[in-house]
């Protein structure tokens, strides 16, 4: 089962989620990938924080994860400023748009950039809000609404 962030341990409450990390990897103005930042056992209010500073530049990227980095599930978040790829690490859940344009759409400008079909991005950062959420209480991804 998910490790819980319940202090008594009888269950995720509606300000703790199930998530037990948030990664964030920052870059350089000049777009070098710096150290990255993992946030055990964030309150959502931090992981929402985390998705709206996403700028697709400095801020290009965000990773849940139900447990250990790497080692569990996780939700990775690329891009920023209207423009997000979202999938699941470790189990193929891709976000898909039916309405999108087969043309590609670089969410991320720093680093080696990150350019998908449009088809796979999402432009409403309440979208995305909302799938993080859902990922944060139940440990899976997938479309909401």
Known sequence: GLLTA???GDGPSRDRPTTT?????????????LDGEVIDDPAWERVERGIRAMDGHAHPLVRLWAGRPWKSRGLEIIGGSGKYALREVGDGWVYYDPAG???EVQV????GGYRVAGYYVCTDVGRVLRIARQFCETGTAGDVD
């Open 6 to 8: 319940s202090p008594r």
């Open 21 to 33: 990390s948030l990664e964030t990897l920052p870059h350089s103005a000049d777009g070098v990938p």
């Open 101 to 103: 344009a087969d043309e």
């Open 108 to 111: 991320q400008t720093s680093g």
